[in-house]
Nanobody, 118 residues
């Protein structure tokens, strides 16, 4: 059974930093691409960043230069380092894994809340 468990969310002031982690189990971690998504209250879920099994990364324009995605295959863990946080980064952040042929993720975590105050 695949499980993705996020941690590291919390409350921080604008300009601060947080690092999210996602521990995966139940599948071959190194064999799948992964990503971080977020959903703010009243808004659609949006893609934040992805990292392929070959360590190729993508970022939403809104987070480029501020967020860094990485993965540790030895620890089955995905990370998202978030710096220079803005109030508009406030959302529930979800870890996701194993995209299908059109990029839809097959597995999702339960989410972790990130709140950025001014």
């Amino acid at each position: 059974q695949v499980q993705l468990v996020e941690s590291g969310g919390g409350s921080v002031q604008a300009g601060g930093s947080l690092k999210l982690s996602c521990v995966a189990s139940g599948y071959i971690f190194s064999g799948c691409g992964m990503g971080w998504y977020r959903q703010a209250t009243g808004k659609e879920r949006e893609l934040v960043s992805t990292i392929s099994r070959y360590l190729l990364t993508t970022y939403a324009d809104s987070v480029k230069g501020r967020f860094t995605i990485s993965r540790d295959n030895a620890r089955n863990t995905l990370y998202l380092q978030m710096n220079s946080l803005k109030t508009e980064d406030t959302a529930v952040y979800y870890c996701a894994a194993c995209p299908d042929g059109v990029g839809r993720m097959n597995y999702w975590g339960q989410g972790t809340q990130v709140t950025v105050s001014s």
